[in-house]
C-alpha cells in the first residue's frame, strides 16, 4: 500500500560541522534547500537558507555557484531521479494489457511523487521562470503520453499506421487521466483539503474509467454543433 504524508514535514536544520567531508556538506546543503523551497518557493534567499543550515551565505557559494545552479541540482535530485526508466518498457509491453500496464505504472508513479517537496516545488517553478514544470512535463510528454496514445490508437485500430502523427486530441486523453491523478495531490499539499485515505483503489478506478471510454471506439474528429445561449438584449 501506499504510504500517505498528512502534513509537510517538520523544518530540518543541519547542524554545521568543521569537520564535514565537502560531498556531505554538499548534501547537507541540497537536502536543506529542497525543504525550503518547497516552504518558501523560489522566493526563499540562500541567506536564510544558510542560517537555516547553520552555515555561512558563502559556503553555500563554494559549493554551488549560483542561485540557479542549486536549483538546478534540486530538479536533478527531485524530478529526473524519480523517474523509473523501466516504466517506458512497461508501458510498451504488449504483452499485458494496457489497463493493466497503467494502472501498475500510477500505482508506483505515485509512490515516487505524492511528497510535499515534490509537488510544492514543482507547482511554485510553475509560477516563476526556473523551468523545472516545463522540462519534467516535457519528459511526462515524450515517456508516457505518446507512447500511450500510440498503444491506444492500436487497440482502436489496429491497422492504423504506427508512426502517423499523434493529435492534440488524443494527447488531451492520456493528459486529463494524469492530471486527474495528480490533482490529488494538489489538493492535498497546496490546497490542504482532505483526500481518499486509500488511494490505491482510487487510482484503479480512475485508470479502468479511462480505459473503458478510451477503447469504446476511434475518436471523432468533426466539430459538435453547439448552440450558445445569445446574451441579454436590452430595450430600451
Known amino acids: 500500500m501506499l504510504q500517505k504524508t498528512t502534513s509537510k514535514p517538520a523544518a530540518r536544520r543541519t547542524p554545521a560541522r568543521k569537520n ?9 546543503i541540497l537536502d536543506a534547500a529542497i525543504a525550503f523551497f518547497a516552504e518558501h518557493g523560489f522566493e526563499g534567499q540562500t541567506r536564510e537558507l544558510a542560517k537555516r543550515i547553520g552555515i555561512t551565505h558563502s559556503a553555500i557559494y563554494r559549493h554551488f555557484p549560483s542561485k540557479e545552479a542549486l536549483i538546478e541540482k534540486v530538479y536533478d535530485h527531485v524530478y529526473v531521479s524519480r523517474w523509473n526508466p523501466q516504466w517506458e518498457a512497461l508501458i510498451a509491453d504488449r504483452a499485458r494489457p494496457l489497463e493493466d500496464r497503467l494502472i501498475q505504472f500510477y500505482l508506483e508513479y505515485v509512490e515516487r511523487i505524492f511528497n510535499y517537496e515534490w509537488v510544492r516545488i514543482f507547482v511554485f517553478s510553475g509560477l516563476r521562470s526556473y523551468d523545472i514544470t516545463g522540462r519534467y512535463l516535457t519528459i511526462i510528454r515524450d515517456k508516457l503520453v505518446i507512447p500511450v496514445c500510440r498503444e491506444l490508437r492500436r487497440l482502436n485500430n489496429p491497422d492504423a499506421p504506427s508512426r502517423a502523427k499523434i493529435t492534440e486530441l488524443e494527447q488531451e486523453a ?10 490529488i495531490a494538489i489538493r492535498k499539499y497546496v490546497y490542504g483539503t482532505p483526500v481518499p485515505t486509500e488511494l490505491d483503489p482510487v487510482i484503479v478506478d ?3 474509467r479511462f480505459i473503458r471510454g478510451a477503447v469504446s471506439g476511434p475518436p471523432t474528429t468533426s466539430r459538435p454543433q453547439v448552440r450558445r445561449t445569445p446574451p441579454d438584449v436590452q430595450h430600451e
Open 174 to 183: 492520456i493528459w486529463g487521466l494524469h492530471g486527474q491523478i495528480f490533482y
Open 206 to 208: 480512475h485508470v479502468r
Open 20 to 28: 564535514m567531508k565537502s560531498a556531505d556538506r554538499e548534501k547537507a
